[in-house]
């Protein structure tokens, strides 16, 4: 009999779908992804997503920001010792920093917000982690660092070392604005040809569908921060087939769908993820099969610290759009979403 000790391994069903291709300017080179799923009918859509924008020379993507966050609560007398404590925290930015360096060979911050709530303060430090995630990372130095506060400030008192500020996990407007994770665009142009061949739709279908499901749906939904269709599967799937916390598809679901018609039909297509959290090192990548993956999509060669990292970002948005784009296309047309999930999943 089994005992809750005992590490036993899950079998998710994964495939590897493409070949997905990039164009750069980052990462260029066509490569087969890896996506664990239940959701079978996901491998064949996203597949169709790879083929077209293949054809159509490839998808570019570039990450514009990455940082990952720890916000710590701090506990001031009141509301003046409140104001005293986040001038003090700011004038003191680069001996904090200093804490943070020596938690770690790679944990750097990179900025810091303040939130008061009374005689709550509330400390989003937000760090530079190198090819890890970099939840940990970002609480080993946070937790120094909340340490030396309150040994320099001793009328505080500790909160809390994780304030929720963060965002962690959560659906939040924070993370988006202020960033957290890597936030990568991809981008490609399919001729209308293409779409007519290989998506059995229009460009314009395509983007009437987009702004009214998307964009006019999600908001009467109260949705926060997103306007995309289903970001999620791709996410998850990507995630457990590459090592990652899964949990972390809240924050990165959270992200947008664009098309536009250009020219005489063609179609341009994005999707923008401003919190994708994947990392190549850390918890979890040491399982044979994730170092597999991650060995066949490049993302284990000796880099520069954070470059591994970010090519897995590159290729994970890349892989956002293909599900995104296929889903989209079958949308479009009355009865194909339905049909094709009766034919894969029940054949």
């Not at 320099?152 to 963060?166: F, V």
Request: aromatic content about 6%; charged content about 20%; some cysteine.
């Amino acid at each position: 009999m089994s005992t809750s000790s005992e590490n036993l391994i899950a079998g998710i069903p994964m495939r590897k779908v493409g070949p997905v291709v990039l164009a750069g300017p980052d990462v260029a080179g066509e490569m087969l992804v890896p996506l664990a799923t239940f959701e079978t009918p996901l491998w064949p859509s996203v597949e169709r997503g790879a083929r077209v924008t293949a054809r159509a020379g490839g998808i570019r993507a570039v990450i514009l920001d990455e940082r990952m966050t720890r916000s710590v609560l701090v506990v001031a007398p009141d509301a003046a010792g409140a104001r005293a404590l986040v001038e003090f925290v700011r004038e003191q930015r680069a001996a904090l920093a200093d804490v943070a360096r020596g938690t770690s060979r790679f944990a750097r911050l990179k900025d810091m917000h303040v939130e008061v709530v009374g005689h709550w303060v509330y400390i989003r430090l937000e760090f530079d982690t190198g090819d890890a995630s970099g939840h940990n990372m970002a609480t080993r130095a946070a937790d120094a660092m909340l340490a030396w506060i309150l040994e320099q400030r001793p009328e505080c008192a500790y909160g809390s070392i994780s304030g929720n500020y963060c965002c962690d996990k959560k659906p939040a407007a924070v993370n988006g604005i202020l960033g957290r994770g890597k936030y990568a665009v991809a981008e490609t142009i399919i001729p209308a040809r293409l779409v007519q061949r290989y998506l059995h739709t229009t460009a314009e279908k395509i983007a009437t569908l987009n702004q009214r499901k998307n964009w006019v749906g999600t908001a009467l939904a109260g949705g926060l921060r997103a306007a995309n269709a289903h970001f999620a599967n791709m996410l998850l799937g990507f995630y457990l087939a590459t090592g990652q916390d899964a949990a972390n598809i809240v924050e990165g679901s959270q992200g947008f769908t664009l098309a536009e018609v250009r020219g005489d039909g063609d179609l341009y297509f994005s999707v923008t993820l401003p919190n994708l959290i994947v990392g190549t090192v850390g918890n979890g990548k040491d399982l044979p099969f994730v170092q597999d993956n991650l060995r066949e999509l490049g993302c284990l060669e000796p880099r520069e610290p954070g470059a591994n990292a970010r090519r897995l970002a590159l290729i994970c948005a890349a892989t956002v759009l293909c599900g995104e784009l296929s889903l989209l296309a079958a949308q479009t047309n009355p009865g194909e979403l339905m049909a094709a999930h009766l034919r894969l999943e029940r054949s």
